[in-house]
DNA sequence: ATCCAGGTTATGT
DNA sequence: ACATAACATGGA
């Protein structure tokens, strides 16, 4: 068995019938990375649990201070999957005191110590961000689970009801856009979703290529798909391509600045830049954390 | 009823 | 290069 790799890792691997616990972490806290809006492909169990969805794979996973649990998975794939997935190799004690300097963060990293990026794949990040354009998390997620049911795969049954798979890009690639407009209430986006299945399927867009591209250059290639601006352009390279200097700006990232920060009337653009002069590599997690904030403080924002 | 939601696109200056 | 309307849909 692969207990070399947790060893290593420098935590306790405590393995009992149903359930794995991986002990002595830090800064980990699954409700808020589930909440925080950059991963939509789960769902709260009654029992605390998040069962959650990752390349074609599903668990359970709930966190208690220093500890994760997880249900409905092995260490195998803890490993190879979730491990990778929640970055647990990234020292984020680290990105926490590169951002200390600024009094806003700093609060807002009070109020949310265990938050992390995702390391999602860029077809899950691509397709959960062309969904969200003018759209709200709420819809967003009701529109995933009823696209999976329809044309996912089923994995199993669990927490007693039926689980199923986001679509792949070939399965996606096929279907009739007005029918998933009908059957997942994905509004006009039915076309950029589909579009996207096909770009992908006819070769159209290469994640390899995309991959080997600098920000730059990624930044422009997404951008030529269907439905991808510059926000959502940042919000896949963040998510998806592990750029974590990446600074999308939605309306609630847009009003926190324009309050915290000398930006009134200033443009996307202009506000980018900024952001990026200031926070530097860790842009995409400042951002993670000032949208928590800002959706948590309504009032502190014009 | 009007506005808003993790915006993008097409069109006009 | 910047400004504005249209775009589906559900909740406040």
Redesign the pocket.
Known sequence: MGGDFFQRAGVDVISKREEIIIQGLSHIDIRVIME???FHLWEEEEDGFFLVEHEGKLCAIKSEEDRLIFQLTDLEEIEKIWWPWLDLDTDYGKIQEALRFDPHLQEAMEESPGLRILRQSPYEASSQ??M?????????K?SFRAMSQEYGTYLGEYYGQDRYSLPGSAKLAKIDPQDL??KA??????R?LVQWGKDLVEGNFSIDKAEASDDDALFLYL?E???????????IM??GYYRMSAF??????K?IMTSLYPLEGK?N?EISVYAKERFGPFAGFA??LL?IYA?AHPEEIS
């Open positions: 925080s809006g950059q961000f062309i969200s354009s003018n759209n709200n998390m709420k819809r967003m009701k407009r009908e209430g994905v509004g006009y986006r039915d950029a951008q798909l269907r439905g991808v601006g510059p926000k959502v352009a940042q919000c963040l998510y999308p700006i939605d309306t609630w990232v009003k443009s653009k951002q993670q949208f959706r």
